[in-house]
């Protein structure tokens, strides 16, 4: 039987939860390579050997964390950190540096936050690629905007799918700007912060008319596209107009897989993509597919009627022509896409760095059709989503 431990809870200056958690069963100094190193052992078999330095640049008490804002005071460089004397006291890291310091960290918080995990992301989901069927999440209106788990599924949905659905809201003008902003500040663009998807006379957007809108990204054209878009339906007489998504992570994957050498050009050749009108010409050259250094999927930008004169080498634009169409085929395809008609009170929110959205053609003259639309920073849906699994 494992020793019943009395652990004293150290106040790490930390809002996520680490009241629980393996507890912290030995600790002592090492040298590694003639190097010290503090060992410690949890009771679920982890372990980890540091150097002193980040312990000692992760101190809790008040002089190296500031109380209350819990930033961070201690500044490294003006240290002489030395070895420290190790013990553990009630489950809790005692160390006493050379002059005369003491820090003490929660067991538990150790174990959460040793370096090298790359995992201190526990409430937020990873994202999972749409299987063929695939429908987004409901929530209903009321649950998101009453209740902690209504938002919370909401969010965790549009993290983990890209997609999410909001039901049974009120056709009222710019409830789309007042569900945003509960979860954070709207992200503005040339098009304003709130903006509204109906035909109008004289557009200056595909957006503004009746035509089909294929699968596209919005505003990919910036350095920093918008990564969430909100639409909210308050009107949908008009014959036609339903709308179209499509997981574009998982369509690039299949290309990756099917065909390297599109999958290549696309994501290693930058194009222009451009937005003109009286006032604005805003134009960025980014690749179609932007992997990371691990080659993982970060975006798509893919909007055909804003991309620029295509200014690739001259031998190139075959099959840069070549790569795009087949791409945008396998947009097309049903296997990766997820069509239905949004009902007034309906709203659809997604990550428009990963899923393309599009329309089908409506008839303005059989009725009206009308969304509002705004758009939210990622860092503030998983800040809400944090903040609420505290
Ligand atoms: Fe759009």
């Not at 994501?267 to 960025?284: N, W």
Request: with cysteine.
């Amino acid at each position: 039987m494992a020793p019943v431990i009395d652990r004293e809870r150290v106040e790490m200056k930390e809002l996520a939860d680490y009241s629980d958690g393996p507890s912290l069963i030995s600790s002592e100094l090492i040298q590694v390579d003639e190097s010290p190193r503090v060992a410690l052992a949890w009771d679920d078999g982890a372990h980890t050997a540091l150097p002193p330095i980040w312990l000692r640049d992760h101190c809790p008490c008040d002089a190296c964390r500031h109380a209350s804002s819990r930033e961070r005071l201690c500044k490294i460089i003006d240290i002489e950190v030395g070895v420290p004397d190790v013990s553990l006291d009630h489950g809790a890291l005692l160390l006493v540096w050379p002059d005369g310091h003491e820090s003490r960290f929660d067991g538990v918080w150790l174990h959460q936050r040793r370096p090298g995990q790359h995992q201190f992301q526990p409430t937020v989901p990873a994202a999972r690629a749409w299987r063929e069927g695939f429908m987004p999440a409901q929530v209903t209106h009321r649950d998101f905007t009453s209740t902690d788990a209504g938002q919370r599924q909401w969010l965790e949905a549009l993290i983990r799918d890209g997609l999410v659905l909001l039901d049974q809201g009120p056709t009222e003008s710019d409830e789309v700007t007042r569900i945003a902003e509960s979860i954070g500040p709207l992200r503005a663009t040339n098009f304003g912060a709130r903006f509204d998807v109906q035909s109008k006379p004289n557009p200056n957007n595909a957006a503004y008319t009746a035509i089909e809108l294929e699968l596209h990204s919005d505003l990919p054209n910036w350095r920093n596209p918008p990564d969430i878009q909100l639409l909210y339906c308050l009107e949908s007489e008009a014959e036609g107009g339903a709308s179209t998504f499509a997981d574009g992570f998982a369509v690039a994957e299949a290309m990756r897989h099917e065909s390297p050498k599109h999958f290549a050009m696309l994501a290693e050749i930058p194009i222009d993509l451009r937005f003109q009108d009286d006032d604005h010409d805003i134009v960025v050259r980014e690749p179609i597919i932007r992997t990371d250094d691990r080659g993982e999927l970060r975006e798509i930008r893919f909007n055909n009627w804003i991309r620029d004169a295509v200014d690739v080498a001259p031998d190139q634009i075959e099959d840069w022509y070549a790569a795009y169409c087949d791409f945008w085929a396998r947009l097309r395809a049903p296997r990766y896409r997820a069509d239905f008609e949004l009902a007034p009170g309906q709203m659809i929110a997604f990550d428009n760095r990963r899923v393309l959205h599009g329309r089908g053609e409506f008839n303005p003259n059989t009725g009206k059709r009308h969304l509002q639309g705004c758009y939210l920073d990622y860092d503030m849906v998983e800040s809400k989503l944090r903040v609420l699994a505290r």
